[in-house]
């Protein structure tokens, strides 16, 4: 049900949930599209519809604030995607602040909003993510071949 933290140890123990607490938990699994998958063991989902269950239960807590450290590394970049607007799309209707580490570029691109950015140990903030080479750049990161070094 994912309500633990609204729920008294004993009940929680013995498996009793209240109506609410079933009600929230539907809508949860309604809001990553889960719904219809309500009554499989999460061990027999994809590992995407696991990641997705996670942010169900997550949701579920009714929290302020959402953080999630690396949500999209064991998904394809479709599926990362999908999962990411979801969590802005979430994080908009429901009035969370939502704090995302991300190491994928590509997927941070996609996104307006405060970033903060880590290279050779120092903090950046206040970067625009409007391009990859801005953002690379803003970074003091170069493309070099074969990859991307730091500037020093």
């Known amino acids: 049900v994912g309500r633990l933290g609204h729920t008294p140890v004993l009940a929680s123990l013995a498996g009793v949930f209240t109506d609410r607490d079933h009600e929230v938990a539907e809508r949860c699994l309604a809001r990553v599209g889960l719904a219809d998958k309500r009554d499989r063991p999460v061990r027999t989902l994809?590992?995407?519809?696991?990641?997705?269950?996670?942010?169900?239960?997550?949701?579920?807590?009714?929290?302020?604030?959402?953080?999630?450290?690396?949500?999209?590394?064991?998904?394809?970049?479709?599926?990362?995607?999908?999962?990411?607007?979801?969590?802005?799309?979430?994080?908009?209707?429901?009035?969370?602040?939502?704090?995302?580490?991300?190491?994928?570029?590509?997927?941070?691109?996609?996104?307006?909003?405060q970033v903060l950015a880590l290279a050779d140990g120092h903090c950046r903030s206040g970067i625009h993510l409007g391009s990859e080479a801005g953002l690379l750049e803003a970074l003091g990161v170069h493309a070099q071949e074969g990859g991307v070094a730091v500037a020093r």
């Open 46 to 113: 994809s590992g995407g519809e696991q990641q997705r269950v996670a942010f169900a239960r997550a949701l579920a807590q009714e929290p302020q604030i959402l953080l999630a450290d690396e949500p999209t590394a064991n998904l394809d970049h479709a599926l990362g995607l999908q999962l990411l607007r979801w969590l802005r799309d979430t994080a908009s209707a429901e009035g969370l602040t939502v704090l995302v580490v991300l190491h994928n570029l590509a997927q941070a691109l996609e996104f307006d909003g």
